[in-house]
């Protein structure tokens, strides 16, 4: 591929500098980087950290850099994912981040721009945009999270209403959420990818229930969310009544296309190479070969990275399966992350509030379990790379065809 920069993005490049230059301050690489995440696990912690991230998409919004790749119909700069890339790769040098309103976007956005009515284009693109509204995904339930398609949280109309009922589990932000998308099943005489209804739901209205979940980082980053006797009127249904899944879909391709390389960092190999000198191991022999092990495999992410951003800037080869680079990047932040704390040896074993650098290490170890399971498992990508890539046989579906009524629930 080729290295080189064209004019025109080098311009861009340019243009997106004088702005952070402006408006931000380069990273430090130190705990005092807000952009790290919360400074602690309570939840005035990560309300303040969400404030921080509503004031830069703020600053982003008023400095026409929000919606990229957004249309400009919809508030956005109608530009190409390529000037996405080169804004990733500028910004990431500077202490600021949209946090979870980036992810929001990518999810809440193409939904409503593709199957949303012109009234709800108008009323909730905006403050999506700017970041005024904060959302939440209301999928995953206790029996549906990889066969999404299995929910059982019930919509019933009730004239100009649906009224709903059933529980959501691991939403991300819910706490803080003023509105939601949400996945209901309104026809249980259908096969189950049919009968379900695509809702935007009002977290304030009565009947709803929000539950943060603390993890074993000490964070509680999702929630469970109960439904009971909820009122939605119809014209918050995106799309058709009972073809849902269709929009669902649109949410589901778009969480895909989020996972990057990951690569790099300070909780990369720079990261531990730097733990490595503190402790005085970088002589040991098996820490030497791990150490090589970490550098070669972010290597390999970086360039699995270039092959994906080259496909973006030029339309040029053939980029990575998505499922190949996400397994291969939480592989590689597993060996990181043991490594890490091999390193610190018993001090790895502290309290987080004891431990090295604030309990990073351990925080992000902690971490990289969520990785496993969110957007996607592991095991669902490598299911998704024998069929996609390799083509082999489909897995079985024993429940095609169907009415959901009558498949068998755990
Ligand atoms: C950090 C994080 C953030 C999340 N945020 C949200 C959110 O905001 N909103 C939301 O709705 N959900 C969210 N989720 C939930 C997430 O989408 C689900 O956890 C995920 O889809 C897996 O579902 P599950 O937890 O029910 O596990 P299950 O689907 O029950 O899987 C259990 C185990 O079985 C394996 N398995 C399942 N099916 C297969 C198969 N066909 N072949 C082989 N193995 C299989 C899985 O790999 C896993 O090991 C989040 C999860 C995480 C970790």
Redesign the pocket.
Known sequence: MNFDESLEEAEIRAEIRTFLDANATLKTGTETDWSRGPVDDSEEAARAYMERCRSWQKVLHENGWAGITWPKAFGGRGDSAAVSVLFGQEASKYDVTAGFIAAVQSLVGPPIMRHGTAEQQARFLPGLLDGSVNW?????E?G?????AALSTRAVRDGDSFIVNGQ???????QFADWGILITRSDPDAPKHKGITFLLVDMKTPGIEVRPLVQATGQA??NEVFFNDVVIPVENVVGEINEGWAVTRTVLSSEAGMIGSGAGGSNGFEGVLALARKYGRTNDHDIRLRLADAYARERMLQLLGLRMQSFILNGRGNPPDPSVMKNFMVQAAEKRYDLALALEGADGMLDKVDAPQNGFWQSVHMGQF??R????????H??MIAERALGLPR?VQPDKGLPWKDILKA
């Open positions: 939440c995904q209301l999928f995953s206790p549906a999270g990889s066969d999404l959501k589990v691991w939403n991300t932000q819910a980053h999702f969520g990785s399971i969110g957007g996607g498992t592991n095991e669902v490598r299911n897995d």
